[in-house]
């Protein structure tokens, strides 16, 4: 069954590379040792140098170029920014203010004044002259044509058609019902009516069987009727029988329900006359509390009034309000000034601003537009009509009376030849398509032949032609690439290939070395610098700062807490007594404060846990009291 086993799969082998000659180990050796004396000095720099700037970059540039920072700010950025925000901001604000309030009554206004005043009448004017003008041209003569055509034709249609109605199809219709119609329906019902009394006569036939039969059936039920109306009585005898004896029982136990009820009423009489006294009992005690509240409540708010609500009037009264009537007379004394120094200076601002802007704009700029507009519309209109008198109305007289009879009669003209030479040129270009068909296939034959020749010689030109490419230039070529450039280009291959994994080989040495370099320096400055500070902060530096600490601060501390306890405690002593005395004056002025009574009904949730016996307590009957 070995046979039958699939082989299992032979696992990927890396590809190798291929065996190297005695000329790569040759070239590797002397190229490696080369590079590797070039590179150890080149990569121990690097090091160094990428040592020394990350140093000088964390060390030294960055805290320099942070603090140059922070000194430019705090030379040039802050007084600046002070400035813009104390000065130049406010008179900047001031400034924009005082000019937008000028531009304002400059420009805004006076257009608002003429927008408000001038444009929105004349518009609304115009609009109204508009509408009625629109109404009078487009909206009463389509009115009048409703009103007085449309409508009286319309009325006059619709009587017609109404008479067409009742006249046509209406008539039509009533001369069908009276005439076909009714005598049909009136034959159909006498036809029912015969075949209803035929119907009728058998059913009273049919209804005289039933009341035989009905008879018999009501004589059966009589009989059963009067059978168990006996069954009946003698049934209600012993009904009536039984309900006497219920009755009387029924009486007895009446008898002992009112009894019952008389026993209830009075207990209830009793527990009624019980309650009330409890009530009015109640409602005593309620009304002296009620009373004692009230009083209380009346002294409570006298006294609240006296501590909190008198104090607060009187200074609201006496105090706040002359304060803020001065306050407010001040205010309204400053807004007075200040309307009249707005006044002033608004008075100012109009005479020495508005009032000449405004008879600049009246009696200059107004005037002077209007000339200058009076003198462009003369110009213009003089341009325009010296323009067309120049370019425009000598081109329109040539066209109209020269250029537009000389071309009608061209073309009438080279329509008559037109159609002579269209004649002409169809027999001659039928007699030219029979030469040309005759030419043509002469010329058709001589070429094949010529291509026939061509081809021939062609075939053999291009023959010798690669033949003498291919051997003075192909086979040069081939032979130069083959023996020459491959060869060396795999030597070149080779030296490149061997010089990088020597560079990298090196550099990785080179690496190695530099770290090892590295850390001996590292480990020379350790036992140099880093060890003797170590050794002289902890056995020097602690145990003095632990001296220093246990002698002087400690003690130094442990002093100033005890003072602020002893602080504290007076404090707290000063504010018992005030406290107490406090308490001593309100005893002296308003009584000793009422205990409050122990309630009766102590809390029976959790039972009290028995006590041990104990020496000291008294649970013999020779120790208790």
Not at 4 to 23: D, F, Y
Not at 92 to 98: D, H, L, T
Not at 336 to 357: D, E, F, M, N, Y
Request: proline share 5%.
């Amino acid at each position: 069954m070995d046979w039958e086993k699939h082989p299992t799969p032979a696992e990927p082998v890396a590809a190798e590379r291929p065996p190297e000659g005695c000329l790569v180990a040759a070239i590797r050796i002397p190229v490696r040792i080369v590079v590797l004396v070039l590179v150890v000095p080149i990569r121990l720099t690097w090091d160094a140098v990428t040592a020394g700037g990350r140093a000088v970059w964390r060390r030294g540039l960055v805290p320099l170029a942070c603090g140059t920072g922070q000194l430019l700010r705090a030379v040039f950025v802050v007084p600046w920014v002070w400035l813009g925000v104390r000065v130049l901001a406010p008179a900047a604000r001031g400034v924009g203010s005082a000019l937008t309030w000028l531009g304002g009554a400059l420009f805004v206004w006076p257009w608002v004044a003429l927008w408000r005043r001038v444009l929105v009448p004349v518009g609304r004017g115009v609009a109204v002259a508009l509408a009625w003008t629109g109404k009078a041209l487009f909206v009463r003569p389509w009115v009048a044509l409703w009103r007085y055509v449309l409508a009286p034709v319309g009325r006059g249609v619709r009587d017609v058609a109404l008479w067409v109605w009742w006249k046509g199809v209406v008539a039509s219709v009533a001369w069908w019902y009276l005439r076909v119609m009714t005598p049909a329906g009136r034959g159909i019902a006498w036809l029912s009516r015969g075949v209803w009394a035929g119907l009728a006569c058998v059913g009273r036939g049919i209804a005289r069987l039933a009341s035989a039969v009905w008879g018999g059936v009501v004589a059966v039920g009589r009989g059963i009727a009067w059978l168990l109306r006996g069954v009946g009585a003698g049934l209600a005898s012993v009904g009536r029988g039984v309900a006497r004896v219920a009755s009387v029982m029924w009486g007895g136990v009446v008898a002992v329900g009112r009894g019952i009820a008389w026993l209830l009423r009075g207990v209830g009489a009793g527990l009624a006359s019980v309650g009330r006294g409890v009530a009015r009992v109640a409602s005593a005690v309620w009304a002296g509390l009620a009373a004692a509240g009230r009083g209380l409540r009346l002294g409570g708010v006298w006294l609240l009034r006296a501590l909190f609500v008198r104090p607060w009037v009187w200074l609201y009264a006496r105090v706040l309000m002359p304060l803020g009537g001065g306050i407010a007379w001040l205010a309204r004394g400053f807004a007075a000034a200040g309307r009249a120094l707005g006044a002033g200076l608004a008075a100012l601002l109009r005479a020495l601003v508005v009032v000449p802007a405004v008879w600049l704009y009246a009696h200059a700029l107004t005037p002077l537009g209007r000339g200058i507009a009076l003198l462009a519309r003369g110009t213009a209109t003089a341009v325009i009509w010296l323009a067309k008198a120049l370019f425009v109305w000598p081109w329109v007289w040539l066209n109209t009376r020269v250029l537009a009879p000389v071309g009608r009669a061209t073309a009438f003209l080279f329509k008559l030849v037109g159609v002579q030479l269209a004649l002409a040129v169809r027999a001659l270009g039928a007699g030219l398509a029979w030469l040309g068909r005759g030419v043509w296939s002469g010329l058709a034959w001589l070429a094949r032949a010529v291509w026939a020749g061509a081809a021939w010689f062609g075939r053999g030109f291009w023959t010798v032609a690669v033949t003498l490419v291919r051997w003075i230039f192909v086979v040069p070529a081939v032979a130069l690439w083959r023996w020459v450039l491959v060869p060396v280009g795999r030597a070149v291959v080779v030296l490149v290939r061997e010089t990088g994994e020597a560079l990298g080989h090196a550099w990785r040495v080179a690496g190695h070395m530099s770290r090892a370099v590295g850390r001996f320096l590292g480990r020379l400055l350790r036992w140099i610098f880093v060890d003797p500070v170590r050794w002289a902060y902890r056995n020097v530096c602690a145990p003095l700062g632990h001296l220093v600490r246990d002698s002087v601060w400690r003690p130094t501390a442990q002093a100033v807490k005890d003072a602020g306890r002893t602080a504290r405690q007076a404090l707290a002593a000063a504010r018992e007594s005030v406290r107490q005395a406090r308490a001593d004056v309100r005893r002296a002025l308003f009584g000793a404060k009422r205990a409050e009574p122990e309630p009766l009904v102590r809390d029976r949730r959790e039972p009290d846990p028995p006590q041990a016996r104990t020496l000291g307590s008294s649970t013999t009957a020779l120790t208790k009291d």
